[in-house]
């Protein structure tokens, strides 16, 4: 059974940072394709990163040079970066994988960035 467990979100002033946790099981990350999403309120979930089995990485416009999706191999654990955070980058954060033929999510970690 494959579960993502997301972490790390919380209230942070607008130029600061957090950095999000996605402890996975049931499926080793070194050789998944994993990906960080959020969704605004009244938004589509959106993607904000990937990062693949040979660790090529992949960002959202709006984010690049902002944040920065790393793994831990050792832990299992995706992480994702987020410095200089906005206003705008408000929203639930959520962990993805697509695996044998299905789409797996983590709960969703919230992010609130204040003015």
């Known amino acids: 059974q494959v579960q993502l467990v997301e972490s790390g979100g919380g209230l942070v002033q607008a130029g600061g940072s957090l950095r999000l946790s996605c402890a996975a099981s049931?499926?080793?990350?070194?050789?998944?394709?994993m990906g960080w999403y959020r969704q605004a309120p009244g938004k589509q979930r959106e993607l904000v990163a990937t990062?693949?089995?040979?660790?090529?990485?992949n960002y959202a416009d709006s984010v690049k040079g902002r944040f920065a999706i790393s793994r831990d191999n050792a832990k299992n654990t995706v992480y994702l970066q987020m410095n200089s955070l906005k206003p705008e980058d408000t929203a639930v954060y959520y962990c993805?994988?697509?695996?044998?033929?299905?789409?797996?999510w983590g709960q969703g970690t919230q992010v609130t960035v204040s003015s």
């Open positions: 993805n994988t697509n695996t044998w033929g299905r789409s797996y």
């Open positions: 990062i693949t089995s040979g660790r090529s990485t």
């Open positions: 049931g499926i080793i990350v070194s050789i998944n394709t």
